[in-house]
């Protein structure tokens, strides 16, 4: 065993992130924007986790691998951030700021730095193994790479399956491997590294096969599980994207999804909800119906558990335009049918037994802690829960039990991809915290080659048309497509690839521009969305500024909505490439500036959120101006007097109140709100009206979390007798009134009032909690009380299930009701009586109450103002809309502005302080770097042709013009560089044509509409 010691310092300034899943690799992104070193810790031969081998995201139908593969390829080519594969944590000592992780890492076999990923070592490697990114639907070799795009690009070989690892035999690879990578003396490597924090992304672990083979897996061909059915779905999976039976490899025309698979199931000692799996099964349900249009499909649920920002809404639409069967049963048993099939039976609410037959099964399975959670934990020094997932405090989240050491994503508990993406942030930025005074100690500064002078050359552009392995490939001829490219003027050279976000084609297109002197570059690819920074960077590697660049979006425009029709998505494809080569010829080097970051920061809102986003801003060394409308911080916390762990969160939100009264760099405003705001990422001027003066703030980024407030009830006879209240107002009763709590016999609960439905269309997510909370809470006060929760789906999501199951043994009576047949509540004299329908009886039943609650949701404040002071969007709910709601969820918009808390949407205090903390994160990035460098996609303006009219001023929507006059006392405009967005709002308004837009000129935009035209000439001419 070789032994590689790292000298440490009193505080380092590396942090240490074990898993390479998103939310591990975002973090460790987030982390060098802040200013730190990072060792990234994979246990597997390549980062990306399980998002690489997702089909796609929901709602927002995005390619998982197309939105993760630039993260990844980020990730590999930032100097800051070591990754090391095949590794694990064994032990950690020290303390916070000055830990010595010492790091057990596998052999590869096969030398990384000197692998080119040609791929020849498994053309020749005899030993056949499971594809285990194909879930073992196909075979891969003991010499492999995990999947195409995987980071690091090198092969590696699987050491228990090599025969001359094992045996002394074979060996061909070494042969084959004209490289010469192949090192078969290759030894286990344990590594000391000294970092001032530690990050536990490991991600999750699968409910065993033998759980699922009550339900038929490993029995039956066509039972398969979720993870199985999304391979199949994918382009780069098993099948080519078909979704087709093990057993007979023909399409399946009706597929059950069963849900709850080793979730919320006592018999395996996972009584938590995995919180992920309703929306999943969702997803693949509308995928399954986008492959095949007349395939039956039927969910099974326990309860339908959507309750993510947005979640509803999606779950609605797929449901009712996919005309998905949704039935409340749980099968207990998958069965098989005499000449095929698969039978389900069940049991619905009403009692009655049903049985059918389908073609295929899929097992919703539910998440577990990851494998060998618990020597991790032993080798991290933290405590787990008793379903061995990280133990953390509701108002420390993302903290362990150990001091510097920080837990996020599935690890923590169950969390689907944004939230993960969250907590990555928040953790980055508590280390960040932790560790300010080593801040930039151990980052090196990322090296370019100078930039070449492309003035005086003709255009020679550089095409590339990307297969994304089926994913256009399969639809559009991109062979055919790249031959076509050649022929166009000015193409210096052209060609097809495999995957062009990849890490190895990132090095060819750098060597390739270099080798044929190409000076402009075009993609024919993926969206411009998430994959331009990418190629743009690439460019810049190669020698040339970023905005000679230009991308032919020929997936979402060509492949996914011609995909029925290969030759007409061809032949657009051509169009896309003709004119994007037209445009690329009037493409020129835009400067790019590097602005002063004001190191201040403006948090509007002083409840948790804010409070929370201050203190990790304030911790950093930033001073803060905090703005509270309202007479005290707190906000709206201050109204629960306990959690369902029975703390009295006001203490809790008291302390921060106290810390942030004492905090040296943060300022409070309170009885004071915003009235203007104005300037860009780095330098915002915003004026603060209080109730004795104005006062402007100047702050380079700006956080909004202006909370929210409960939605108040007309429904149910509200307002009508004291009996009848709302359960923030119960909770006031636990402390103002017990006495009458517990001589009360009979309380009725009614859950989402106002919200799925009428007022409210979204799930307010905290509800079913607080209803389960407060359940409790009177059983405790009077066990003999009966309590009725009248509910359409308990959403007790996570651990919360606990909660569920406890008030049921505590005989607490949950019915569901449906929106047909609503509960009605009437008021006579003193009595309050509850009349709802009860399906197991199948008949009406009417209850007199002593206590009424009612569960209703959350409102966000009013964010009209604000939104258009700060040209921000909002959602149809009037919630705060982020920029990418997978890989920037606190991000808006607008650079420099950032959200957490109930402005972003509804959510409990854990994941508030969680979020808050990201935000504050995000928002420190500018902060620590000290400068910022906008896009140079601005509006040009030509000062010869301008007659200072102010159209363009008047017009923008950002205010990023302004007139004054030049040293002739004439007027002009003139474009505040940092502010544009480049809309174009300016040159459209601008009546002598003076405006132009970088990257966007009126010559490259005619020429693009000509070139197309071209192709419409000559069809009519033909």
Known sequence: MTVIAKTATKISGAVMVIGGGVAGVQTALDLTELGY?????????????VMARLDKTFPTNDCSLCILAPKLVEAGRDPNIEILTLAELVDLQGEPGNFTATIKKQPRYIDEEICTGCGQCTLFCLKQIGNDFNENMEINHAAHIDYSQAVPTSYYIDAKACLKLNHDSCGLCAVACQAGAIRFDDTEKELEISVGAVILAPGFGRVSDEVMAKYGLGKFQDVITAFEHERLMCASGPTGGEILRISDRKHPKKIAFLQCIGSRDETCGNNYCSSVCCMYAIKQATLAREHDPDCEITLFYMDVRTHGKGFDAARKRAVEEGKFRVIYARPPRVEDVFGGGLLLTWATEDGKHHYEKFDMVVLSQGLEAPDEADKLAQAAGIDLNEYL????????????????????????GRKDIPD???QGGGAAALCAGQLAPARSSETVKAVFPEERDISQEEPRIGVFVCHCGINIGGVVNVPEVAEYAKTLPNVA??????????????????????????????????????????????????GLNRSLFEMANIRDQCSWVHIHEPERATQKAKDAVRMAVAKACHLTALEEMQLPVTPSALVIGGGLAGMTAALTIADQGFDVALIERGTQLGGKALLLTADRRDNDPRQAVQAVIDRVNGHPHITVHTEAQVTACSGYVGNFTTTVESKDASELIHHGVTILATGGNPYQPTQYSYGSSPKIVTQLELEQRFIDHQGSLKIAKRTVMIQCVGSRDEDLTYCSRVCCGQALKNALRLKALQQEMQIIVLYRDMRAYGFMED???KARQLGVIFTRYSLERKPEVSVDSDAVKVRYFDPLLGEDLETEADLL????????????????????PVTAEKFFLEAHVKLQPVDLPVDGTYVCGLAHSPRSMDETVAQAQAAAGRACHPLAKGSVTPAPIVSQ????????????????????????????GKRKART???SCKGCGVCAARCPTMAIDMGRFTLNGIMAQIHAFGEEEKEVVEA
């Not at 039990?401 to 599935?410: A, L, N």
């Not at 030509?942 to 013009?961: H, R």
């Open 803 to 805: 909660d569920y199951r």
């Open 389 to 412: 997932f990280a133990e953390t405090d509701t108002y420390t989240p993302l903290a362990t039990s150990r001091p510097g050491v920080y837990v996020i994503g599935p690890f923590r």
């Open 976 to 978: 505040i560089t940092a």
């Open 420 to 422: 993960s993406v969250t």
């Open 853 to 872: 609650a009612l569960s209703t949701g959350i409102v966000p404040e009013d964010p009209s103002v604000l939104a258009k002071m700060l040209k921000v």
């Open 493 to 542: 050279y052209a060609s097809a690839n495999m995957y062009s976000c990849s890490q190895d084609a990132q090095r060819v297109l750098t060597e390739t521009i270099q080798e044929h002197k190409l000076n402009r570059l075009v993609v024919a690819a993926c969206t411009p969305r998430t994959h331009e920074p990418l190629f743009q960077a690439t460019l810049r590697e190669a």
């Open 941 to 968: 303006i030509d000062a010869e042709q301008c007659i200072g009219c102010g159209a363009c001023e008047s017009f923008c929507p950002y205010k990023a013009i302004n007139i004054s006059k030049d040293d002739n």
């Open 37 to 49: 070193k990072v060792y990234l810790i994979e246990k597997s031969g390549a980062i990306g986790g």
